[in-house]
């Protein structure tokens, strides 16, 4: 009878924990939707807690039971942006078969996104580059707040998206594809190729930043990709 009733307060306790979980989540995402659509009627620079608050139907101080600082709101804010490429990455890559190929096309899809909303991109990846922040927390617990976001289709790409910073994700993507076509590089070279095309990226993050008026978004993703495909030829991978 003892072990009965330990049981039936142990699951009582844990429904409990699980209520309170799943309004936490439930709270945090009505934040977070309320913050984009500021953000997308005014941009991330306008997003506010007070603002954010209003729109959701709470106040100032209730958002900061869910949410550490603004900060962290913004981060999670941002992730929707990053979903919408894993969402898109799969249907663009499936006509595309040899490996490093589709890396230039994951390049191109993350450029064409990124270089759609470049503020938000560079919070995500460069921003807090320097605090060894924990990228991958915010990448599980977006889709945690949000189970129904996550496409089965990008299962492949899940340890690559949410690699604990960007310098990981393209170690990881470009080795894969060496891997897959039997280049053997030495792990140097690899991590210097990954080094040179982030910094070629993030050159054109910052350009566009700037002057959104640099170029169009498909001529910097065009440019971008060809410096990155330089890269590889520079050390002797045959692209076609």
Same mark, same amino acid.
């Given at each position: 009878g003892r072990l009965v009733l330990v049981l039936f307060i142990g699951g009582f306790f844990m429904q409990q924990k699980d209520r309170k979980q799943m309004y936490r989540q439930q709270t945090m995402g009505y934040f977070i939707n309320?913050?984009? $659509?500021?953000?997308?009627?005014? *941009?991330?620079?306008?997003? #506010?807690?007070?603002? +954010?608050? $209003?729109?959701?139907?709470?106040?100032?101080? +209730?958002?900061?039971h869910y949410f550490s600082d603004f900060e962290e709101l913004r981060i999670f804010s941002?992730?929707?942006?990053?979903?919408?490429?894993?969402?898109? &990455?799969?249907?663009? &890559? $499936?006509p595309v078969t040899r490996p490093l190929e589709r890396y230039l096309k994951i390049w191109e899809c993350f450029?064409?996104?990124?270089?759609s909303h470049p503020d938000i991109f560079w919070l995500l990846f460069f921003k807090h580059a320097d605090t060894n922040w924990d990228f991958s927390y915010y990448f599980h617990a977006y889709y945690d707040i949000f189970p129904e976001s996550w496409s089965e289709d990008a299962a492949n790409y899940?340890?690559?998206?949410? #690699?604990?910073?960007?310098?990981?994700? $393209?170690f990881l993507s470009l080795t894969d594809s060496l891997n897959k076509e039997n280049i053997f590089l030495p792990e140097s070279d690899i991590h210097n190729l990954a080094t040179m095309?982030?910094?070629?990226?993030? *050159?054109?993050?910052?350009t566009l930043r700037e002057d959104s008026e640099y170029l169009t978004i498909e001529e910097a993703t065009a440019t971008t990709v060809s410096f990155i495909r330089r890269a590889l030829t520079s050390y002797d991978i045959d692209l076609d």
């Open positions: 309320a913050a984009l $659509e500021i953000i997308e009627e005014e *941009g991330i620079d306008s997003l #506010s807690i007070r603002k +954010t608050a $209003e729109k959701a139907g709470y106040n100032s101080a +209730t958002l900061y941002a992730m929707k942006y990053l979903d919408q490429y894993a969402k898109d &990455l799969p249907a663009y &890559l $499936e450029c064409l996104h990124s270089f899940k340890n690559m998206l949410s #690699s604990a910073n960007f310098s990981e994700r $393209e095309n982030i910094m070629l990226y993030r *050159g054109m993050l910052e």
